[in-house]
């Protein structure tokens, strides 16, 4: 298989499937502070739950969303932190 480089694959399968309710310990909080809407955290989400067009109008939907931290980790201006989800 020959992968051209700067492509971009599609997400996982969990927007078939509620799956949120057994995500990690964490969740995504978008501070929507000083977001720069490069849509990094959308691209690099696995499940393709982070949605967002302009500045600080990211979201992320956590009926599906795993709380890997992939969209914190990747956020050049550090605009989303993982916290801890209460129960």
Known sequence: MKLTVGLVTRPGASRANKTGGWRSDKLPRFLQ?????????????P?????GEDKNTYWADLDYCKGCGICANICPVDDIEMISEVC
Not at 33 to 45: E, M, N
């Open 33 to 45: 502070a000083k977001c720069t809407a490069c849509d990094l955290c959308a691209l690099t989400c």
């Open 47 to 51: 499940e393709g739950c982070v949605f």
